[in-house]
């Protein structure tokens, strides 16, 4: 104990100890001041520090929420049935009252913001604060761990629909499922007025959504419209996105400028993340239910032809370059005419940002 604590320990044992009317005892007042002065020290330091100290503790925090959700079982479930659903019903609610996508104009402001922060500084020659810079980063990261990351460690959606996360499936299980959709995707093109250029809407896509949740509780949260980010033809398809989960300000976003039969698709699938499921292999897989199980003949379309695509790129990667080619080429020869025309639209219009060195990023 420094020499200022014990001049103060003695000062108190005299005035309090040493009345006997008083009721403290001197243990008591040794203890207290034993632990106030580290303790003023470090409030001292978080006072001079604030910035710093707000970045250290969201900093731990993160890493306790990394670290609970990869040990704990069911955290991240708990997570994404209260915190998570919580954040979605407010920020959902809040930023979905925009017409506009909130996050494609926010973030670029407050990045600018920064930067002229940092300019400033340096114009008027002030230090460049560290602490600020640490608060700024962990504040972000907070908000993705919050409204993102913890819910990659969540129970898979497999679990929900009874099917365990390790089946593996065979080539003939493959062939079997590429053909029945195959069937499904011809048998809607010859019995429907089906228009293959129509997109639907994002009201559409919340329907197919909230109807699905009736099958499978496990999706019931607040479904704000998907909204189509503006800058599409420059922001997202120069890296091959039809669609983008915007963790900072919940908001489902869409590709506006891709081909039509990507978009019902996309819509579903992007909303699938404010349900909790971050996976991309989950959110394709709940898009695809919510489009097949929707009473609206676009919605049904787009998920149909997505998940022959799928398929296909799947078996041609079990028998491209063998023996067996001839299983591929034999699926395809079951489907319409339509379908090739819509597929090779997709294909002019993908090709044309293929070779960028955005899309190989």
């Given amino acids: ?12 044992h005299d005035i309090y100890i040493d009345n006997e009317d008083t009721p403290f005892n001197g243990i008591i007042v040794e203890r207290i001041v034993f632990f106030w002065f580290p303790m003023r020290k470090l409030i001292r330091y978080v006072q001079k520090h604030r910035l710093l100290s707000v970045g ?3 900093g731990a925090v993160n890493l306790l929420a990394y670290i609970f959700a990869h040990i704990i079982p069911k955290f991240a479930d708990f997570h994404a049935n209260t915190f998570y659903w919580l954040s979605v019903n407010v920020f959902g609610r809040l930023f979905g009252a925009v017409q506009y996508p909130v996050g494609e104009f926010l973030i670029p402001v407050l990045v600018l913001a920064l930067i002229c922060v940092f300019v400033a500084r340096r114009v008027w020659h002030k230090r460049f604060s560290v602490g600020g810079a640490v608060c700024v980063v962990m504040s972000a990261l907070f ?19 009874k099917l365990p996360a390790d ?17 499904e995707l011809t048998a809607l093109y010859r019995n429907t007025d089906l228009d293959t250029n129509a997109v639907p809407t994002d009201s559409d896509a919340v329907a197919a959504m909230k109807n699905l949740s009736k099958k499978y509780p496990v999706l019931k949260t607040y479904y704000p419209k998907p909204k189509g980010i503006v800058g599409s033809k420059y ?15 919940v908001e489902a976003n869409y590709n506006t400028d ?28 709940i898009a695809y239910l919510a489009c097949v199980n929707s009473d609206n003949i676009v919605l049904k379309y787009s998920g149909l032809f997505n998940a022959v695509n799928f398929c296909l790129n799947a078996y041609w990667s079990m028998v491209g370059g063998t023996d067996d080619e001839w299983e591929y080429y ?3 020869e079951q489907m319409s005419d ?3 025309v819509a597929a090779e639209e997709n294909n002019d219009y993908w090709t044309e940002y293929a070779n960028t060195p955005t899309a190989a990023a």
């Fill in 235 to 249: 922001i997202l398809s120069p890296f091959m996105l039809t669609g983008i989960y915007n963790p900072f300000t």
């Fill in 338 to 340: 339509k379908f090739y």
């Fill in 1 to 12: 104990m420094s020499c200022r604590a014990q001049w103060c320990v003695a000062a108190l």
């Fill in 330 to 332: 034999a699926l395809t």
């Fill in 258 to 285: 891709c081909p039509p039969t990507e978009l019902g698709f996309t819509m579903c699938h992007e909303l699938s993340h404010l349900s909790g499921f971050m996976r991309e292999s989950e959110a394709n897989f």
């Fill in 56 to 58: 250290i503790v969201l």
């Fill in 143 to 161: 908000v993705f761990q919050f409204n993102c990351g913890i819910n990659y460690s969540r129970t898979p959606f497999s679990e929900y629909v």
């Fill in 167 to 183: 089946t593996a499936y065979d080539r003939e299980a493959l062939f079997r499922t590429t053909a029945a959709i195959i069937g």
